[in-house]
């Protein structure tokens, strides 16, 4: 079974300054990667995804994730955040070519980012 | 193009009563995925849907049980309810079942079992 771990459940930064939100997934397959981000009262939002190809995938709002195979993680960084970045974060993995879990995300416990001013 | 709608958006039930959630999926997208949401467990999966079958469902007791239409809308049903049910539930959609498909959530139905 998937097991998807975000290492840090809350993350206070300054505004402008760089963070990184950790997360860590074991699986006996190859899987697909996701961020998805939730703000208040709301649901979850597709922040990045890597499918294949190049491990490292960027979002239109300056975040990035880089896969990393050996490590078997998917941190997410951004080098400058901003107020409107407060939010929690969601990493999640999704696994390949089984059908018995097609449609299904396993989602790590969430990181609750805090920009502070 | 129209979100995911879920309604309603806040529920009250007391323990013992029976609830159904519905979700209405993005025109066109023909799966749908339930997932429960708690402080104490996290976002975990119920069960998918994909044109009108059950193609998997998560470590939940039978009184959590659902259905899709043809039209692909998607309700879920908890029957004798229990105080650890309170929860949001998020429902989410895709165009096909597979893995790689990006799932579009709906903003929740926040549960209350008093």
């Known amino acids: 079974a998937q097991s998807v771990t975000q290492l840090d459940s809350q993350v206070p930064v300054f505004e402008e300054a760089p963070v990184e939100l950790r997360c860590n997934y074991s699986?006996?397959?190859?899987?697909?990667l996701f961020w998805y981000v939730q703000y208040p009262n709301q649901g979850l939002q597709l922040l990045l995804k890597?499918?294949?190809?190049?491990?490292l995938v960027e979002s239109i709002n300056g975040f990035e994730a880089e896969f990393n195979k050996s490590q078997t993680s998917f941190h997410l960084r951004k080098p400058s955040v901003h107020i409107s970045d407060t939010a929690e974060y969601f990493c999640?993995?999704?696994?390949?070519?089984?059908?018995?879990?097609?449609?299904?995300?396993?989602f790590g416990r969430g990181t609750q980012l805090t920009v502070w001013p | 193009k129209a979100g995911v709608t879920q309604t309603p958006r806040y529920l009250i039930k007391t323990r013992g009563q029976q609830v159904t959630l519905s979700c209405s999926p993005i025109?066109?997208?023909?799966?749908v995925s339930w997932y429960q949401q708690t402080p104490g467990q996290g976002l975990q999966f119920l069960f998918e849907?994909?044109?009108?079958?059950?193609?998997n469902k998560g470590n939940f007791p039978g009184r959590f049980s659902g259905r899709q239409f043809s039209n692909s809308r998607s309700e879920m049903n908890v029957s004798t309810l229990e105080l650890g049910d309170s929860a949001l539930y998020l429902c989410?959609?895709?165009?096909?079942?597979?893995?790689?498909?990006?799932?579009?959530f709906g903003p929740g139905t926040r549960l209350t079992v008093l």
């Open positions: 989410a959609s895709s165009r096909y079942s597979s893995s790689y498909n990006e799932q579009f």
């Open positions: 025109s066109g997208h023909r799966s």
């Open positions: 699986s006996s397959v190859s899987v697909y």
């Open positions: 849907y994909f044109s009108e079958t059950q193609r």
């Open positions: 890597y499918l294949s190809g190049s491990t």
């Open positions: 999640a993995v999704s696994e390949l070519g089984r059908g018995s879990t097609l449609g299904r995300l396993y």
